[in-house]
């Protein structure tokens, strides 16, 4: 017999639980697989909990995502809204207080709510609206990540998703007595792919099946023509999904049978698609979701719905199974109809989907219209970019159908469609989007040095290697400059950490140690360059200066007198999205590695744009 925990309610009053995963594409989960059969990509994917949830449940097998990125989807999930309209349009910005949420609204009729996880949202600590908290900054990471508890810096051990699983099981047993709403944000699948060692070796000898679509050139980047051997698969994103399952597993088990469990994903993910090995841009990959509502058990009844479901329906589906109701201001739609096994007559047929250009990142600002037939992909400031795709003669978006005279009537049909999806929701380009121009040069370009000393942080602070201090983005300390310098005065009490960070894995430079031994990269482009000091500096009290010297060479010096040198593949060519952290690198990671916190005395940071000396 399961150990559940049982919580006297209301009738009617079901606890309601959504597990949002990262970057899990529609159909990485073993029972999609099983269904395509010969058509299946991965057909050796063993997802044995989140089978067994969707042979319980609804699954919607037309899900997709409103912007398809990490921020912006919470965002979505928690408010009902398009980001123009929560204020969340990338993964920098800080979500609001005064944003009306699901869960301030649950709170309000007398549930109980906790966030668990993953948020995003730049570096934000707060989460707002809700009672209880357990959560990482940023990206956070795989291995003893330190998670936020309550506003308190809390250290912890293990991998990350089992960390989480177990804030949120605490969660649910201090919940007895009252209704609770809890949304459990797993790392898995985001990069850097580390999963626990139960699952470090799954898949080693499986490969994925070739799809008609591998090594496409996107329309925004005809010369990025991938490599289209389909074995070239990175099994890291499957393994840590089958350790994400055993977690599902872990929480179905302790809830009782009046407990709602909504499964979903902020985004789906290229994995070689049009060259492609990330999301944003609008081809199905990059918008489809898995969607699971398992409902209480008295009110199960199984099945399979190919209507167009949205992750902004998400918020008002609970609100209704929590007899709350919807706000007007919400852009979804409730699915408690078509749980109900009842498609209203007028359900959405089609829906418009737009991301917005982010500094640092390659993909241009899209907006499109999905019908359940055809699509239509827009960049503004490009038409001679646009697309047109037959999805049901073409459901890999291979043939290009805007300049086709047969197509000239479908094309009509998807733009009337696009004005008609865009006033529903009353959408315009915020001037909150990052905008690029002349000021944010384009990925290509630099700008020039300003040949002076452009940050002076110098507060002496101690790092126990949960905290970290973010340095605001401004124009000065932009690296797309060629030559640079890092200075840093400090005293390391372990070998292993990071002690400054600016960008991420396709832009950006950090410092770390591995072994006591000061590590210097520098990522453009998403290539790396790094050099590594000879010996360890822990427990003493240095100073470090890592370059970028104009000659494309990297170097590093110890109190003064180098110790490393080595070729740079090219310069940082892209002001980099993320900020500066001193002591962490809680974003996308600039040495694509888990590495821990930094521990010691940070006494002072100093950057030079241009070349010093």
């Given at each position: 017999m399961k150990n559940t925990v049982t919580s006297p309610r209301?009738?009617?009053r079901p606890n309601i639980i959504v597990i949002y995963t990262d970057d899990q594409r529609w159909d990485a989960l073993g029972v999609v697989q099983k269904e395509h059969g010969s058509k299946g990509r991965f057909p050796w994917i063993k997802t044995p909990n989140l089978d067994k949830l969707a042979a319980e449940s609804t699954r919607f097998r037309n899900a997709f995502v409103v912007n398809s990125l990490c921020a912006p989807s919470r965002a979505t999930l928690l408010t009902g809204q398009y980001g123009h309209t929560n204020g969340i349009v990338n993964n920098h910005t800080p979500f609001s207080e005064k944003n009306v949420t699901v869960a301030t609204l649950l709170t309000s009729a007398g549930y109980r709510t906790g966030y668990v996880g993953k948020w995003h949202m730049g570096s934000q600590r707060e989460r707002p609206g809700f009672d209880?908290?357990?959560s990482f900054i940023g990206q956070g990471k795989y291995d003893d990540c330190p998670f936020v508890v309550n506003g308190k810096d809390t250290p912890t051990k293990g991998w990350i998703d089992d960390v989480s699983t177990d804030y949120a099981l605490q969660f649910i047993k201090e919940s007895v007595g009252k209704p609770f709403f809890l949304v459990l944000?797993?790392?898995t699948a985001h990069g850097p792919f580390s999963p626990p060692p139960s699952h470090a070796n799954d898949y080693a000898n499986d490969t994925a099946r070739p799809v008609p679509n591998l090594g496409l050139a996107p329309v925004y980047a005809s010369e990025r023509k991938g490599n289209p051997d389909p074995n070239a698969l990175n099994?890291?994103?499957?393994?840590?999904?089958s350790a994400m399952d055993d977690c599902v597993g872990k929480l179905l088990a302790a809830i009782d049978d009046n407990t709602v469990v909504i499964f979903a994903s902020d985004n789906g993910f290229y994995l070689g698609e049009h060259s492609l090995g990330d999301k944003r841009t609008a081809?199905?990959?990059?918008?489809?979701?898995p969607l699971i509502v398992r409902?209480?058990?008295?009110?199960?009844s199984p099945q399979k719905v190919d209507a167009i479901a949205l992750n902004v329906d998400i918020a008002p589906t609970v609100l209704e199974l929590a007899g709350v109701?919807?706000?007007k201001a919400m852009h979804g739609h409730s699915l408690v109809p078509l749980l109900a096994g009842k498609k209203p007559a007028d359900w959405r047929k089609a829906f418009f989907y737009t991301y917005f250009f982010e500094k640092g990142f390659a993909a241009p600002t899209t907006q499109a219209v999905r019908t359940d037939a055809a699509k239509l992909v827009q960049y503004p400031g490009h038409p001679e970019w646009t697309e047109v795709f037959d999805l049901k003669a073409d459901p890999y978006e291979t043939k290009n159908l805007a300049r086709d005279p047969s197509a000239a009537g479908l094309r009509m049909a998807l733009e009337q469609e696009f004005e008609r999806q865009r006033k529903a929701i009353n959408f315009e380009i915020p001037a909150f989007a990052d905008k690029p121009g002349a000021a944010d040069p384009a990925p290509s370009g630099l700008t020039a040095p300003r040949n002076a000393w452009v940050l002076d942080w110098k507060e002496a602070r101690k790092f126990d290697g949960t905290k970290l201090v973010t340095i605001p983005s401004t124009p000065a300390l932009r690296p797309n400059v060629g030559a640079w310098t890092v200075e840093v005065t400090l005293t390391a009490e372990k070998p292993e950490g990071v002690i400054l960070a600016r960008g991420g894995e396709r832009f950006g430079y950090s410092l770390h140690l591995e072994g006591g031994k000061p590590v210097f990269t520098v990522s453009s482009a998403?290539?790396?360059s790094q050099i590594t000091a000879p010996e360890s500096i822990v427990g003493r009290s240095v100073v470090l200066t890592a370059a970028i010297m104009p000659d494309k060479r990297l170097t590093l010096a110890v109190d003064g007198k180098q110790v490393a040198a080595g070729p740079l593949h090219d310069f940082i060519t892209s002001d980099p999205a993320n900020p500066m952290e001193l002591g962490g690198d809680v974003g996308s990671k600039v040495s694509g590695k888990d590495l821990p916190n930094f521990a010691g005395t940070l006494t002072r940071v100093r950057l030079y744009s241009g070349r010093f000396r």
């Amino acid at each position: 017999m399961k150990n559940t925990v049982t919580s006297p309610r209301q009738p009617n009053r079901p606890n309601i639980i959504v597990i949002y995963t990262d970057d899990q594409r529609w159909d990485a989960l073993g029972v999609v697989q099983k269904e395509h059969g010969s058509k299946g990509r991965f057909p050796w994917i063993k997802t044995p909990n989140l089978d067994k949830l969707a042979a319980e449940s609804t699954r919607f097998r037309n899900a997709f995502v409103v912007n398809s990125l990490c921020a912006p989807s919470r965002a979505t999930l928690l408010t009902g809204q398009y980001g123009h309209t929560n204020g969340i349009v990338n993964n920098h910005t800080p979500f609001s207080e005064k944003n009306v949420t699901v869960a301030t609204l649950l709170t309000s009729a007398g549930y109980r709510t906790g966030y668990v996880g993953k948020w995003h949202m730049g570096s934000q600590r707060e989460r707002p609206g809700f009672d209880f908290a357990a959560s990482f900054i940023g990206q956070g990471k795989y291995d003893d990540c330190p998670f936020v508890v309550n506003g308190k810096d809390t250290p912890t051990k293990g991998w990350i998703d089992d960390v989480s699983t177990d804030y949120a099981l605490q969660f649910i047993k201090e919940s007895v007595g009252k209704p609770f709403f809890l949304v459990l944000g797993f790392k898995t699948a985001h990069g850097p792919f580390s999963p626990p060692p139960s699952h470090a070796n799954d898949y080693a000898n499986d490969t994925a099946r070739p799809v008609p679509n591998l090594g496409l050139a996107p329309v925004y980047a005809s010369e990025r023509k991938g490599n289209p051997d389909p074995n070239a698969l990175n099994r890291g994103y499957f393994r840590c999904l089958s350790a994400m399952d055993d977690c599902v597993g872990k929480l179905l088990a302790a809830i009782d049978d009046n407990t709602v469990v909504i499964f979903a994903s902020d985004n789906g993910f290229y994995l070689g698609e049009h060259s492609l090995g990330d999301k944003r841009t609008a081809y199905d990959e990059s918008l489809r979701i898995p969607l699971i509502v398992r409902l209480p058990r008295a009110q199960r009844s199984p099945q399979k719905v190919d209507a167009i479901a949205l992750n902004v329906d998400i918020a008002p589906t609970v609100l209704e199974l929590a007899g709350v109701a919807v706000p007007k201001a919400m852009h979804g739609h409730s699915l408690v109809p078509l749980l109900a096994g009842k498609k209203p007559a007028d359900w959405r047929k089609a829906f418009f989907y737009t991301y917005f250009f982010e500094k640092g990142f390659a993909a241009p600002t899209t907006q499109a219209v999905r019908t359940d037939a055809a699509k239509l992909v827009q960049y503004p400031g490009h038409p001679e970019w646009t697309e047109v795709f037959d999805l049901k003669a073409d459901p890999y978006e291979t043939k290009n159908l805007a300049r086709d005279p047969s197509a000239a009537g479908l094309r009509m049909a998807l733009e009337q469609e696009f004005e008609r999806q865009r006033k529903a929701i009353n959408f315009e380009i915020p001037a909150f989007a990052d905008k690029p121009g002349a000021a944010d040069p384009a990925p290509s370009g630099l700008t020039a040095p300003r040949n002076a000393w452009v940050l002076d942080w110098k507060e002496a602070r101690k790092f126990d290697g949960t905290k970290l201090v973010t340095i605001p983005s401004t124009p000065a300390l932009r690296p797309n400059v060629g030559a640079w310098t890092v200075e840093v005065t400090l005293t390391a009490e372990k070998p292993e950490g990071v002690i400054l960070a600016r960008g991420g894995e396709r832009f950006g430079y950090s410092l770390h140690l591995e072994g006591g031994k000061p590590v210097f990269t520098v990522s453009s482009a998403s290539k790396r360059s790094q050099i590594t000091a000879p010996e360890s500096i822990v427990g003493r009290s240095v100073v470090l200066t890592a370059a970028i010297m104009p000659d494309k060479r990297l170097t590093l010096a110890v109190d003064g007198k180098q110790v490393a040198a080595g070729p740079l593949h090219d310069f940082i060519t892209s002001d980099p999205a993320n900020p500066m952290e001193l002591g962490g690198d809680v974003g996308s990671k600039v040495s694509g590695k888990d590495l821990p916190n930094f521990a010691g005395t940070l006494t002072r940071v100093r950057l030079y744009s241009g070349r010093f000396r």
